[in-house]
C-alpha cells in the first residue's frame, strides 16, 4: 500500500471548521483513501473513505484532488469533542481478505474552544 | 445492529505468563483482524481470520496465535508474555467476500482491551 504524509499536529477554534491535509503521492489507481480517528485510548473510529471523487456523510467531507496524490478531510463545524488523532490510510480496493490497514503517525488535532 | 466488542477491557499479566484476548464481530461481518498498538503509536497489523483460517499477518512471533469460531467471533493468544508486549490490542471487522465487482471492505473497530504486562 503507498505510504502518507500528514503534518503530525494541528490546531482548530471550536466552531470553525477544520481541514487535514494527506500527502499520498505514490497512490496507485486501484487505491482507496480512508480516514480514521482516534480519541485517547479508544479503538480507531472510521470516518470516511473515497476513490476519486468527493465523499460526503454526516461526519465529515473528503476532497481528493484530481490527480490523486493529496486529499483533505473537512469537520465543518469542529467541537471539543473531535479532538482526536487522525489516520489517512491508502488501502487497495479489494473485498479479499487479507486486505490490512497500515496506520502511520496521523495528525493531532487539538480544537480549542 | 450490534457493534465491534472487546473483553476484557483491561489486563494485568506478569512476564511469562499465557494471555487470550476475545473479539466479537458486527454482525453481518465475517472477517477479523487483530493490531497491536503501543503507547504514543499508530496500531500495528498483526493477523487476520477469514472463514476460520489466518489469511495474513505481520511482523509478529509464532507466539502470537489466533482463533476464528464458526460465529466469527474470535481470540488472540500471546504465549511467554513479554514487557514489551504491554499495549492496546484492537480487534477490527468488516465483510470480506470471494468474488470480485470492485468496491472495498471498510473495517470496523472495538474499544481494545489493554494489557500490561509486569
Known amino acids: 500500500d503507498a505510504k502518507t504524509t500528514q503534518p503530525p499536529s494541528m490546531d482548530c477554534a471550536e466552531g470553525r471548521a477544520a481541514n487535514l491535509p494527506c500527502n499520498h503521492s505514490?497512490?496507485?489507481?486501484?487505491?482507496?483513501v480512508y480516514w480514521y480517528r482516534q480519541i485517547h485510548s479508544q479503538g480507531p473510529q472510521y470516518i470516511i473513505h473515497?476513490?476519486?471523487n468527493n465523499e460526503t456523510n454526516e461526519m465529515a467531507s473528503l476532497i481528493i484532488t484530481e490527480d490523486r496524490k493529496s486529499s483533505t478531510l473537512i469537520l465543518p463545524h469542529a467541537t471539543l469533542r473531535d479532538t482526536a488523532v487522525y489516520y489517512c490510510?491508502?488501502?487497495?480496493?479489494?473485498?479479499?481478505?487479507?486486505?490490512?490497514?497500515?496506520f502511520g503517525g496521523g495528525t493531532r488535532l487539538m480544537v480549542k474552544p | 445492529e450490534t457493534g465491534v466488542t472487546q473483553s476484557p477491557t483491561h489486563l494485568i499479566k506478569t512476564r511469562g505468563q499465557q494471555v487470550t484476548l476475545r473479539c466479537s464481530s458486527q454482525?453481518?461481518?465475517?472477517?477479523v483482524s487483530w493490531y497491536q498498538q503501543a503507547l504514543g503509536q499508530g496500531p500495528q497489523f498483526i493477523f487476520q481470520?477469514?472463514?476460520?483460517?489466518?489469511?495474513g499477518r505481520g511482523n509478529f512471533p509464532p507466539r502470537f496465535s489466533g482463533l476464528q469460531f464458526p460465529n466469527y467471533s474470535s481470540e488472540l493468544n500471546v504465549n511467554a508474555l513479554e514487557l514489551d508486549d504491554s499495549a492496546l490490542y484492537l480487534c477490527?471487522?468488516?465483510?470480506?467476500?470471494?468474488?470480485?465487482?470492485?468496491?472495498?471492505?471498510?473495517?470496523?473497530f472495538g474499544p481494545g482491551t489493554r494489557l500490561t504486562v509486569l
Open positions: 477490527a471487522s468488516s465483510l470480506a467476500r470471494s468474488s470480485g465487482g470492485g468496491g472495498t471492505d471498510t473495517q470496523y
Open positions: 505514490t497512490i496507485s489507481g486501484n487505491e482507496y
Open positions: 473515497g476513490l476519486k
Open positions: 490510510i491508502v488501502r487497495v480496493a479489494t473485498y479479499n481478505a487479507g486486505n490490512m490497514l497500515t
Open positions: 454482525s453481518g461481518h465475517n472477517t
Open positions: 481470520y477469514y472463514r476460520e483460517e489466518e489469511n
